[in-house]
T-cell receptor
Framework: AQSVTQPDIHITVSEGASLELRCNYS??????LFWYVQSPGQGLQLLLK??????LVQGIKGFEAEFKRSQSSFNLRKPSVHWSDAAEYFC??????????FGAGTRLTVKP | NAGVTQTPKFQVLKTGQSMTLQCAQD?????MSWYRQDPGMGLRLIHY???????DQGEVPNGYNVSRSTTEDFPLRLLSAAPSQTSVYFC??????????FGSGTRLTVV
């Protein structure tokens, strides 16, 4: 069955430090992959997506993610974290052209 | 554009009551979905629609009904509310090949 795993429930980084959030998926075909961010009390906002082509994708707010087929991973990165990046981040895989399966989320705390 | 609009934002129901969560989008998107979000479980798909008149079940459909009479609207009905349906509900829509646009959510408490 299709699934998405985000191994880290909570991550704390210092402002200005680099960030990597991990995402692993299980899916038989080439997946559509997404990262979303959710601020407290808000809906989800799309950060970036991968459908095909270049495996390094750029998103909004300075985020990027790299698709690694051999590792079934789609990790999210940012070179320098800002306090406003504190939020919950969800990785998702698109299945059957509409169904989307989400990971459980990683909560990011940014220390001053 | 308003995007995806959900109403109400908050609701408290008694066990056994029924209600409808409203969702409307003004982007002419074909695909619409309902998700519920529970702590530590991410978002789980309840029902989805690939166009007006077409709906299908997702991962956790029991206790919920949907209909899609127009492209714009995709209401979610709780038939007989149960405490297990206490959750935050998100409606989302997308066009071809795009990521979803989410509404701001409805926080439902069933007592």
């Amino acid at each position: 069955a299709q699934s998405v795993t985000q191994p880290d429930i909570h991550i704390t980084v210092s402002e200005g430090a680099s960030l990597e959030l991990r995402c692993n998926y299980s899916y038989g075909a080439t997946p559509y992959l997404f990262w979303y961010v959710q601020s407290p009390g808000q809906g989800l906002q799309l950060l970036l997506k991968y459908f095909s082509g270049d495996t390094l994708v750029q998103g909004i707010k300075g985020f990027e993610a790299e698709f690694k087929r051999s590792q079934s991973s789609f990790n999210l990165r940012k070179p320098s974290v800002h306090w406003s990046d504190a939020a919950e981040y969800f990785c998702a895989v698109g299945v059957n052209n509409n169904d989307m399966r989400f990971g459980a989320g990683t909560r990011l705390t940014v220390k001053p | 554009n308003a995007g995806v609009t959900q109403t109400p934002k908050f609701q408290v129901l008694k066990t056994g009551q029924s209600m409808t969560l409203q969702c409307a989008q003004d982007m002419n998107h074909e695909y619409m979905s309902w998700y519920r979000q529970d702590p530590g479980m991410g978002l789980r798909l309840i029902h989805y629609s690939v166009g007006a008149g077409i709906t299908d079940q997702g991962e956790v459909p029991n206790g919920y009904n949907v209909s899609r009479s127009t492209t714009e609207d995709f209401p979610l009905r709780l038939l007989s509310a149960a405490p297990s349906q206490t959750s935050v509900y998100f409606c989302a829509s997308r066009g071809q090949g795009l990521g979803y646009t989410f509404g701001s959510g409805t926080r439902l408490t069933v007592v």
